[in-house]
């Protein structure tokens, strides 16, 4: 018999085995309140969203805010589910080191082979380290998200998928691009807010800009009133004037205020609409002045 009394065993049963017994207990309770807690502030960030677009009832019908809450929601998510894994690593690798410390095996050691190991792992995965801590400040930052139209340098696209470690776009011709997190330099958000759509009226260089513009005015009025077309408008176009003179073109701007996404079809509305209205009266376009021998 190991022990010679019984004092003895008690003693022993309520030493080692009942220490390292609540440790486990405990961290495990720990863990729970943890991951309750965040949970809990993950649930009221995403209410807070929802509450902030949702004071306005217009804006909850519009699908570029629904999208809008849906994405603050799911980065909520995102960041939940990030900082709950990090809590259960840390937790557990902190009970193991404990537990270990009452069977009595040598940590140190352990810990300075660790050291070595992860100063080697480290120089071996730098890129990949670099990748993870990227996506984590994109995320917190919420930089894009899916569903956005951005630029990352080296490709263009909607975004299909945000991680840790790639962000996958998908571009014009349905090429799908994987771009490193940690590549990434820069990011040019085209779905962010508005956009702003450019439109170039190019007429014949004799025309007179008095005549011209007023048109125009009338055309740009004409598509703030009309109800599909004023949806995807952020505010009425405006005729910005004569923006060039040269090789007998006179060319007049517009700009449109548009919804994300909308900075493309918009000019198609307004060139038709403007091109009806020119021929109506008469306004010429550019002429072609020919030359050579004869001219």
Excluded at 159 to 177: N, Y
Excluded at 201 to 207: F, L
Excluded at 287 to 295: A, D, K, R
Aim: a negative charge.
């Amino acid at each position: 018999m190991p022990f010679e009394t019984w004092e003895e065993f008690g003693a022993a049963l309520l030493g080692a085995p009942l220490r390292i017994a609540l440790i486990i207990v405990g961290a495990v309770v720990l863990r729970w309140l943890i991951h309750r807690s965040i949970r809990g502030v993950e649930t009221a960030a995403a209410t807070r969203a929802e509450d902030k677009h949702r004071k306005n009832a217009e804006k909850v019908a519009d699908p570029a805010t629904a999208a809008d809450i849906e994405r603050r929601h799911q980065r909520a998510l995102t960041l939940g589910s990030l900082l709950r894994s990090v809590a259960t690593f840390t937790i557990a690798a902190v009970t193991i080191l404990t537990v270990m410390a009452e069977v009595n095996i040598p940590v140190g050691p352990l810990l300075a082979s660790a050291g070595v190991g992860g100063v080697a792992l480290g120089f071996g995965a730098q890129a990949l380290v670099k990748d993870f801590l990227s996506g984590i400040f994109m995320i917190i930052e919420d930089q894009y998200g899916v569903g956005d139209l951005i630029d990352t340098g080296e490709a263009i696209g909607t975004v299909e998928e945000v991680t840790l470690r790639i962000t996958r776009l998908r571009d014009l011709e349905g090429v799908v691009w994987f771009v490193r997190n940690g590549e990434i330099v820069r990011i040019g958000n085209k779905s962010e807010g508005w956009s702003l759509a450019t439109i170039d009226i190019p007429v014949s260089y004799d025309e007179e800009p008095a005549r011209v513009i007023p048109l125009l005015d009338e055309v740009t009025e004409q598509v703030w009133e009309d109800p599909e077309l004023h949806a995807k408008l952020i505010e009425q176009p405006s005729v910005a004037g004569v923006e060039s003179v040269s090789g007998g073109v006179m060319t007049l701007r517009i700009f449109a205020k548009c919804k994300p996404g909308e900075q493309w079809a918009m000019p198609r509305d307004i060139r038709r609409r403007v091109k009806a209205s020119l021929d109506k009266h008469g306004v010429r376009g550019p002429q072609i002045t020919p030359y050579g021998p004869g001219s």
